[in-house]
C-alpha cells in the first residue's frame, strides 16, 4: 500500500455533510454529519449495507446533487458555493462509473469510449481514437471495439463503461460497484487497473463495494452504517 502524508494533496475533502430526502413529514436523513479526507492517488473503499447512504455520498462528491448542510470541498472547489457553470467544470476532471452502464445504445463501444477521450484537450482526432482502443484493449475488450451496446453482454458494458471513464484521463474516480457484474478474473484485473491509474496519474479512486475480494487494492476501507462513517479500530 502506498505511504501518505501530510504534503499529499487533497481532492476530498468533506466536513459535517449531512443530507435529507423527501419534504414535511416524508423527509428523510440519509447522510448524517459525514467527514472524510482523501489524498491524491490514495485508493479508498467504501462498504456497508445497502440503503446506508453510500451511493448518495457518491452522487454529492461527484457533483450530481446539490449541497444541503456541511462543507464539500472536491479537487479544491467548494461544491456547496460553486455556481452550475463551476459545478460542470468540477464534473469535466471526475471519472464517474455507476451500475448504470449510460452507454449510448447508437454508438459503437469504441465511440462511447472516445466520448470520455474527447475530453482531453489539445489532442487530434486520431491521438482521442488510439487512446480509446488502448483503454478497450487494457478492460479486456480489443474484438469488440465495432459493437454496439446491444450486442454485449452485462459485464462488457460495464467493462466499457470502465473504459469510458479512465479515457477522459480524471483527476478523481467515483465508482459504485464496479466490479458487480464481472467474474472474479476480470474484476480482479478491473481493480488493478485502477490502482495503477491512482499510482501513476496521482487520481483518487473511491469506490463503493460488497466485493471482499478486492479489499486488499485499497489503501483505506471505510464503512458505513445508517448515513454514517463507522469508525475503524486496529
Not at 501518505?4 to 430526502?21: M, R, T
Not at 423527509?27 to 448524517?32: P, S
Not at 454529492?60 to 460553486?82: F, M, P, S, Y
Not at 490502482?195 to 458505513?224: E, F, G, N, P, Y
Request: with cysteine; proline share 3%; glycine share 10%.
Amino acid at each position: 500500500m502506498t505511504d501518505f502524508n501530510q504534503k499529499d494533496p487533497i481532492s476530498i475533502d468533506i466536513n459535517g455533510l449531512s443530507h435529507w430526502f423527501g419534504k414535511g413529514v416524508n423527509r428523510r436523513k440519509v447522510l448524517n454529519t459525514i467527514s472524510i479526507q482523501i489524498r491524491a492517488g490514495e485508493v479508498v473503499l467504501l462498504t456497508g449495507p445497502s440503503g446506508c447512504g453510500k451511493t448518495t455520498l457518491l452522487t454529492l462528491i461527484g457533483a450530481l446533487r446539490k449541497v444541503q448542510q456541511g462543507e464539500v470541498n472536491v479537487l479544491g472547489t467548494q461544491l456547496g458555493d460553486c455556481r452550475r457553470q463551476e459545478r460542470q467544470n468540477i464534473r469535466r476532471q471526475i471519472g464517474m462509473i455507476f451500475q448504470g452502464h449510460n452507454l449510448l445504445r447508437c454508438l459503437t463501444a469504441e465511440q462511447n469510449v472516445q466520448m470520455g477521450s474527447d475530453l482531453l484537450q489539445g489532442c487530434s482526432y486520431l491521438s482521442r481514437r488510439n487512446q480509446a482502443r488502448e483503454w478497450l484493449r487494457a478492460v479486456g475488450l480489443d474484438d469488440h471495439l465495432g459493437k454496439l451496446p446491444q450486442d454485449l453482454s452485462g459485464g462488457q458494458k460495464q467493462r466499457v463503461a470502465i473504459a469510458r471513464a479512465l479515457a477522459a484521463r480524471p483527476k478523481l474516480l467515483l465508482a459504485d460497484e464496479p466490479t458487480a457484474a464481472l467474474d472474479s478474473s476480470t474484476g480482479r484485473e478491473v481493480v488493478d487497473l485502477l490502482r495503477r491509474l491512482a499510482k501513476h496519474q496521482a487520481c483518487s479512486v473511491l469506490m463503493v463495494t460488497h466485493d471482499s475480494r478486492i479489499l486488499d487494492v485499497a489503501d483505506r476501507v471505510l464503512r458505513m452504517e445508517d448515513g454514517r462513517i463507522i469508525p475503524s479500530f486496529g
